[in-house]
């Protein structure tokens, strides 16, 4: 995947549709955006995690810094190593760890905040509209840690009744190192 | 080459450090240590010069850099290196500094280059290291510049098993003979099943813990199912068949390299030998165990009659991690006493494909690394334990690590392998910070050699 293309995905035209319409899309998903971040950042995971699809992909590929005239070896690829690279099992394993009584990483609990910025509408295919945000996940450890999280994401919002579910959640993150002890968190 | 580092150390004193106050650091018949060992800056550069600079470091696997002008940016404790092939074929390992003012020469972590070539006033260096390129060489310097004397900075470098390794120390023995048994013992864990290669994506994170914290808890399988009792709910892994066989067996090497975990009882190795490569593939598939293989013949030779047996962790000293019986190493680069990088690689069978090489990856990205279901919850065990080795009273408790201190007998086998066959146990903990105080206070590399411990009679 070529990091042009990562930093800067095409936008297909969806030529139906009025700016009234893509107004309230825009309305729609940001609100949906909120909604699952909140509850990210309220601990509630389970309830966070009934708003994925059983056909999930949620994926951080590693990062490297590289020479511009390497870019296209700037992350990972699907099926190489990655820092999350769950379906819906490992995912729920993910929760389900987080829900025990002895996740010391998250014991006493981390605080976190979620923000979503940038959200730009990709593509609407059917029932599945790709979305493009840029997002700060900030968290608070203990008194004195702080880490902090900066990236772009490509989510694939699944249409379901009047709101969503997330089928895709792809991680972009701005580091290279990763400057924190753990990534015990969702983001 | 480096001269043998030792330039700071004045009169047998180090910042108030000698030879008898860094001995007494440590007691190997107790298993007390002392917690500075974990925070004191003046240990800890004590350590960048006579145990880094001096030891033999992990560089790169030979398949990360395939091709002529590959490279991968690694280091030797806080100097940074270049290993790149050059159009020989040949692996070198540069010092990653110009000879000029010092910038450096690569700024990727990862890559291919023709030359390397300096950012600040375009000196060109060779993929050996020599100098062949200096603007305004006759028009500024007049001719005056011998660049035969102006090569990058090299360091030893020498290949086990397709790893490469480096030193600073032009008195250090080869490589085979630092690695010892128990070193070459823990690289031939990595190969012992089939021919392998690195999967692309080395994972990096920096934890605020002091670098032997880290390292000592790779021998600590009585942490296992109390840290990670999380992962064990999570249903990814059952930590007690990780934990099978319940006997550990320690395997005490040269320079203070270790093995240790649970061993295959030698009644069922004899079994095992017994079968053809084919056989213990079949039985492998009957293994209630999260990575279901059992070592064909040719591990024998790799790894020896008792090393065969290890289900456990080497550590090639000082900083080199074997884990998941050789899917994935871990390098533990120092930073400071209070900061370590974390450097995962992860290798798959060159055969593997499909789905028997997604389950391997599966397995890696979700154990260990800074998401991993296991590794989240000992970053902060590493830099709380860390952190009280700095309060004035409580650095002065010690760490009590005297699990089963004085009540195991070192077994010599027919080839020479050493080992001890107990339960849960702090040997190779002790044997990392006994062989830490040789290293500290052994002048050069011949008294090293002299007083490396041999692993003999109750420890």
Redesign the interface.
Known sequence: MSAQALANPARKASPGMTLSDRALLQFQIEQFLYEEAALLDAQNYREWFSLVTEDIHYW???R????RS?RD?EF??P???????DDHR?LE??V??????????EDPPSRSRHFVSNVRILDVADDDITVDVCFHLYRTRLNSEVDSWIGRRTDVLRRFGTTFRLAKRHIFLDQ?????????TLF | MAQEANGTYKNGTYNGWDGASIRALFDPKTGWLDRRVHSDEALYKLELERIFARSWNFICHDSQIPNPGDYFINYIGEDQVIAVRDETGKVNVLLNTCRHRGNALCRAEQGHAKSFVCSYHGWNYALDGRLIGVPGQKTYYHNDLDRSRLGLMRARSETYLGFHFATMSEDAPSLHDFLGDAGRTGLGMMCAFEDIEVVDGIQKNVIDCNWKIAVDNLFDWYHVMYSHASANSSGLVDLSKVLFPNNQMVMLGEYGHAISGPGLPQATQDQINQLSDQQRIEMAKTLDHPLPRIRPQKALELMGSVGIRSMGHPNIFPNLWITLEGLQMCLRLPRGPRHTELWWFTFVPRSATGERRRRMIEMATHLFGPAGLLEQDDGENWSQSTRACSGVASRTLGEALVMGVGRDKVEVAENGQRRVETGINEHGQRWLYRAWTEWMTADNWAELKARTPQAEGVV
């Open positions: 951080m590929p590693i490297r810094t590289v020479t390497d070896r990972t690829k099926g190489d190593m990655a820092f999350f690279d490992l394993m993910r389900k760890k987080l829900e025990a009584s002895s996740a010391w990483s290279t190192l990763i400057l924190a002890k753990n990534m015990s």
